[in-house]
């Protein structure tokens, strides 16, 4: 751990931090230090201070309609309206402040109100309904690194650094978004034999870096930091399949529903991206980092933008099923019938060619958008000047948000060719 104390002209900030990142950013003023003539201590006289934008690393995005969220490790969150700009410039219609650093946060519409959940470092879940203060509705005793909610928006699922993963009811009334927890589950566990020591803590823990339900929200799908892949059934809450298609870190997934294909699609810091169909959990295709990416890096967040109008959440999941003759499927989880074979899943992915699209976002700043068929490189350039600490993708725009402190839009634009 470290504390930083700097000086500056007209105030002081405390900096205190630990091995997961900065904590607290406490800015004070009229600070008294020592003692009083009687000898008694004196008092602290603090304040936060109100930040114009981002100041400190971002970390946390979302968007929802015209409504940019973003948050940063000062506990900042700021929500920006795309539409009401000047010079392509958006402007900020609400803020706050939560005393603790931004991890992860996502929206939930509501009706025409939009709400926002958000994680902490220090493993609260905040509520904030964007009018009052956001509150706290649950306290974890360790990092909370992802909060993704159904498509239906009647389910939440946060992720933890200890492989856990809490599940939440959520309804929706006229005024307030209420969350009942459902179950906490343990995913993820610690490696009992590791023999690669670059990783010394996949003997003590197996963080999970992020999560998503299936189209029908009656799975959930994690990636973890032991390199692995799982479904949960929430049923149950059984492992129904789990798959090692990574040889580092599982950093982001995303889970999308396409015509006859549900797709589950991760990316690594091996800076791989593999997509599969989970009706028939047959490896569709595997993306590796284009050449026009220079200097080293790691692939951070990913998202999938769409060239056509959204399909509709369908009424039913599709259903899983576990080839035991795949290599990379452990196929010792129980399943059900496949009703896609692999030639069928593959004849249906080839028609998807200049339809879907992988937008990812790297440790070093570069936002790389792929053909998912054919891999061919729509955009690739660096976007930040840090780390990208967020991502998120709606229709055909993708959001992001960095350690330098910039919250970026981007709108898919796709010529004739």
């Not at 500056?8 to 990142?21: A, M």
């Not at 035991?324 to 069928?344: A, I, K, P, W």
């Not at 490189?377 to 960095?402: A, N, P």
Request: proline share 2%.
């Amino acid at each position: 751990s470290f504390v930083c104390f700097m000086e500056l002209v007209d105030s002081k900030c405390l900096w205190i931090g630990t091995v997961d990142g900065v904590f607290h950013v406490n800015f004070m003023s009229d600070i008294l230090a020592g003692s009083t003539t009687r000898g008694e201590p004196r008092h602290l006289d603090t304040q936060m201070t109100s930040f114009l934008f981002h100041e400190i690393s971002c970390c946390g995005v979302d968007i929802s309609g015209n409504y940019v969220f973003s948050g940063d490790l000062g506990g900042n969150i700021l929500v920006w309206n795309t539409s009401h700009s000047t010079d392509h410039d958006p402007v900020i219609i609400h803020r706050a402040n939560i005393g603790d650093s931004v991890r992860c946060l996502q929206a939930v519409r509501s009706g025409e109100r939009v709400e926002v959940f958000v994680g902490t470092l220090s493993g609260c879940l905040y509520q904030w309904d964007l009018v009052g203060e956001p509150r706290m509705v649950e306290f974890k005793e360790e990092t909370i690194t992802c909060i993704r909610a159904s498509k239906r928006c009647d389910r939440l699922c946060i992720s933890m650094i200890t492989g856990y993963i809490t599940l939440f009811d959520m309804t929706h009334s006229q005024h307030e978004i209420v969350i009942t927890k459902l179950f906490d589950l343990k995913v993820h566990h610690p490696c009992e034999k590791q023999t690669d020591l670059r990783f010394g803590s996949l003997n003590i823990k197996a963080e999970i870096w992020s999560l998503d339900f299936s189209p029908c929200a009656t799975q959930i799908a994690t990636g973890s930091e032991d390199q692995t892949v799982k479904i949960t059934r929430i049923e149950d809450q059984k492992t129904v399949a789990s798959f090692k298609d990574h040889t580092l870190a599982v950093t982001c997934i995303t889970w999308i529903q396409h015509g006859n294909l549900s797709l589950l699609i991760s990316c690594s810091d091996d800076n791989t991206v593999v997509i599969r169909d989970t009706r028939s959990l047959f490896k569709l295709k595997t993306l590796t980092l284009p050449s026009d990416v220079v200097g080293f890096c790691t692939l951070t967040y990913l998202g999938v933008i769409s060239s056509c109008k959204p399909h509709s959440t369908p009424s039913v999941d599709s259903t899983l099923s576990v080839d035991s003759t795949s290599s990379d499927v452990d196929s010792t989880q129980s399943s059900v019938d496949s009703t896609l074979s692999e030639c069928e899943a593959s004849e249906v992915f080839s028609q998807l060619h200049n339809t879907l699209y992988v937008v990812c976002g790297s440790e070093n700043g570069y936002l790389i958008s792929r053909d998912m068929v054919s891999g061919h490189v729509t955009f690739c350039d660096r976007v930040h000047q840090g780390s990208i600490e967020g991502l998120k993708c709606e229709g055909d725009r993708v959001v992001t948000c960095s350690s330098d402190c910039c919250v970026q839009v981007h709108q898919l634009m796709l010529s004739d060719e």
